[in-house]
Each structure stands twice: as structure tokens, then as C-alpha cells.
């Protein structure tokens, strides 16, 4: 039972380069989130899916792009990054309907560096 | 945007005392979560306390939250070295349960 598992670990980009973060979690989950987390920041919801089929904005989508491929898989795309968007990724899950009523479980991370 | 905010910033104790860390908050909640994130790692779920409980315990962690004040404690009781560690409070505001309002946590450092 591996939870949920978040690739690459790490990756460095090129301003306007694009790429893909992927989240898969083995929980059967239904609500799945992206978050960013920055120093002095807080973590910040990108992007969040409230169950399969459906996706809903966060606190600071602009830049960013989901999909729920499945119940399992939740992917976030840059299309055309920013050095802005240098910052540790998390993707994580809740058995809920985002309504945070229990708990959230989180992968390691993607540290992305955008030069 | 509201924050809950962790107090104090960072402790550093020695290994088998107490630690007590405070999450202060600002609206009306439906529940208040404590996460812990080891060094690199992502957040692991500690405790969920609703907004009609008082306290809760999980092994060592004893949670408290007063509605009144709009704040909780998270006391961890005969620290150890692992439990070095970041902690955060999130709240599940009543007005808007589709929002977790993160605070920016606490850093525990557990000397042996």
C-alpha cells in the first residue's frame, strides 16, 4: 500500500518549458488536491478534484492546469513556466468530497526549480 | 487571505520534556487538523478535532481546542528526537467547508 506517490521528485526547468507533475494514489480515494508550498507562504491549493470527472480552482491557479485522469491518477501541468513557480509540490487525497472532513494524505513532494 | 497562525514559531527542547504548540484562528470552524512534516517529506495527518470537541488524544499528542478563543494546542508529552519536526494547524472554516486554511507551523527541534 504505497498511498500516494508523487514523480519526478525532482526536476529543473528552463523558463517557458513545460511539464507534467503526476499523482497516483492507491487509497480509492475521491477527492484529490495540488498543492504549492513556498517559505513564509503556507501551502497554497492549486487545484482540487472533488471526485472522478470534476475539477475546481484553488487559491492560485493561474499558470497551472489539471487533469483527473481516473479515481486514481491527478496530474498538474505547467505549460510555460515561470520563475515563480519555483516551489515544493504536494499532491494529496481525501476519502471525502473536499469538504475537509477528514483527512488529508499527502505524497513527498516534487521540488521544482524554474531557472 | 485568513491564516491560522502557529505559535510559537520554533521550540527547541531537550528529549523527554513536553512540547506545547498553539494555533490561533480567525472565523468560526467545522474542525481543526494538526499535521506533522518531517524534514523533505510530505505532511502526515495527526489529529482531527471537530468543532463541537473539546479534546482528543492520539499516543503522546493531546489535542485542545476552545471555540471561545478560537485557538488549540497541540501538547506532545516525553519528546523524542523523532519527533523533530514542522507542525501545522488547518482549519475547516463553517462558513466555506470547501476551504482548508493553512497556518505556516511550528518548527520542533528535539535535542537528545
Known amino acids: 500500500n504505497a498511498g500516494v506517490t508523487q514523480t519526478p521528485k525532482f526536476q529543473v526547468l528552463k523558463t517557458g518549458q513545460s511539464m507534467t507533475l503526476q499523482c497516483a494514489q492507491d487509497?480509492?480515494?475521491?477527492?484529490m488536491y495540488w498543492y504549492r508550498q513556498d517559505p513564509g507562504m503556507g501551502l497554497r491549493l492549486i487545484y482540487y478534484?472533488?471526485?472522478?470527472?470534476?475539477?475546481d480552482k484553488g487559491e492560485v491557479p493561474n499558470g497551472y492546469n489539471v487533469s483527473r485522469l481516473n479515481k486514481r491518477e491527478f496530474s498538474l501541468r505547467l505549460e510555460s513556466a515561470a520563475p515563480s513557480q519555483t516551489s515544493v509540490y504536494f499532491c494529496a487525497s481525501s476519502v471525502g468530497d473536499a469538504a475537509y472532513n477528514s483527512p488529508l494524505h499527502f505524497g513527498n513532494g516534487t521540488r521544482l526549480t524554474v531557472t | 487571505s485568513q491564516q491560522g497562525e502557529e505559535d510559537p514559531q520554533a521550540l527547541s527542547i531537550q528529549e523527554g520534556e513536553n512540547a506545547t504548540m498553539n494555533c490561533s484562528y480567525k472565523t468560526s470552524i467545522n474542525n481543526l487538523q494538526w499535521y506533522r512534516q518531517n524534514s523533505g517529506r510530505g505532511l502526515v495527518h495527526l489529529i482531527l478535532i471537530r468543532s463541537n470537541e473539546r479534546e482528543k488524544h492520539s499516543g503522546r499528542l493531546r489535542v485542545t481546542l476552545d471555540t471561545s478563543k478560537k485557538s488549540s494546542s497541540l501538547l506532545i508529552t516525553a519528546s523524542r528526537a523523532a519527533d523533530t519536526a514542522s507542525y501545522f494547524c488547518a482549519t475547516n472554516n463553517a462558513g466555506n467547508n470547501r476551504k482548508l486554511i493553512w497556518g505556516l507551523g511550528t518548527s520542533l527541534a528535539v535535542n537528545p
Open positions: 478534484s472533488a471526485s472522478e470527472g470534476t475539477t
Open positions: 487509497m480509492n480515494h475521491n477527492s
